[in-house]
């Protein structure tokens, strides 16, 4: 699934920072990474618990760097770029505090160029995650907002494999007809690099109308401005999920339209829908989730969710690396 990503790493190796040094899933992942050579692990946090817990589990860590906030040589320096980079919002002994962080000091080792990407998140929670990242790496030139994305694979009936993008499942708690326009253009974007020709619905609990109020009206309106902007991309809404997947219901809601049935995108009308919609895909639908892969954001920073395990965080690892601009 990810070869094209590792093809690229092995062309370019890359460093990816670890805020979690000492959880034992990264640590398995970690090995796992450093048995290939396209994709070295920096591990934050204080080598003899790192090493202690390598060695409970039994994964072999030997060639991670391991940076331990503690005894970082260029801590004043960071403290220097922190305190200048929130200037009026941090203050310098703010900033030594915040060093003290994984998820703080992390997000400085990619901002000075330590290492090229991050991933968090085995324990942090997305927002302790992304909140640094937001702060400090700020949004891409162009982009207004950080969003984020799942894509969702699983085996299909014909031997194949079914792949899905979700988003907004992770970071804007309730975003405007124009956020989800940016949501939209960049979720398409994700999509096509993991293979999907996007076939996008703006989800509600309304298909074509048939109810009414302000949550229909963002759908539809977000919509009808992506199409406008993006006349290429095959876009419908507002529709609800099963007008969205079942041809049959489709054929019923809204006959004529050419996503309706077949959606293999979806952009959800706000986090709660997300999140509960791609963790019952996950959970009940048997689908692996990867994500969430952050969009917008002007370096590749990840988040995993607490529930992941080593795979995952590998998959993950590769995907964040993978994503570096050439
Ligand atoms: C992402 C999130 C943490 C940001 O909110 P917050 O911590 O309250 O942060 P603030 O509103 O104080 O913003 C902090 C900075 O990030 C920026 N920011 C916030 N949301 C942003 C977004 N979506 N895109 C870009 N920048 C954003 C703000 O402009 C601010 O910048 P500044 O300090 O330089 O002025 C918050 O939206 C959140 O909790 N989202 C849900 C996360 C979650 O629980 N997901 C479910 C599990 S995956
Ligand atoms: C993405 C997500 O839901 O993260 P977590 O499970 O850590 O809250």
Not at 148 to 156: E, G, K
Request: net charge negative; hydrophobic share 40%; aromatic share 6%.
């Amino acid at each position: 699934m990810f070869e094209f990503l590792i093809n690229k790493l092995k062309a370019h190796p890359r460093k990816i920072v670890f805020t979690e040094g000492t959880d034992p899933r990264v640590l398995e992942a970690s090995a796992r990474l450093l048995s290939g050579t396209f994709l070295t692990p920096v591990l934050v946090g204080d080598p003899e618990e790192i090493q202690k817990v390598a060695e409970e589990i039994g994964f072999n860590i030997r060639g991670a760097e391991i940076i331990n906030p503690a005894t970082f040589e260029d801590m004043e320096k960071m403290v220097a770029e922190l305190t200048a980079l929130r200037k009026g919002k941090v203050t310098e002994e703010q900033a030594r505090e915040l060093l003290k962080q994984g998820n703080y000091f992390g997000t400085m080792l990619v901002k000075m160029g330590y290492a090229d990407s991050l991933l968090g998140g085995a324990t942090y929670s997305t927002a302790d995650t992304v909140r640094p990242a937001l702060q400090i790496i700020k949004t891409k030139p162009g982009n207004k907002i950080v969003s984020s994305c799942f894509i969702l694979v699983r085996p299909s009936a014909t031997g194949d494999r079914e792949v899905l993008a979700m988003a907004d499942c992770a970071i804007n708690i309730n975003p405007t007809e124009d956020e989800l326009v940016e949501i939209g253009l960049e979720t398409a974007a994700t999509a096509k690099l993991f293979g999907v020709d996007p076939k996008m619905a703006y989800l509600s609990y309304s298909t074509y109308g048939s109810g009414k109020g302000e949550d229909v009206d963002k759908m539809r309106g977000a919509c009808a401005k992506l199409k406008a902007i993006a006349p290429d991309l095959d876009v419908d809404g507002e529709l609800q999920f099963d007008a969205a997947v079942s041809p049959k219901v489709a054929h019923t809601k809204c006959p004529g339209s050419s996503v309706a049935g077949h959606a293999n995108t979806f952009i959800f009308p706000d986090i709660n829908a997300g999140n509960i919609g791609y963790k019952i895909a996950q959970r009940l639908g048997s689908f692996d989730a990867y994500g969430p892969i952050l969009q917008g954001l002007n370096a590749p920073i990840n988040d995993l969710s607490r529930g992941c395990n080593a795979q995952e965080v590998y998959s993950m690892a590769i995907i964040t690396a993978g994503l570096c601009d050439d």
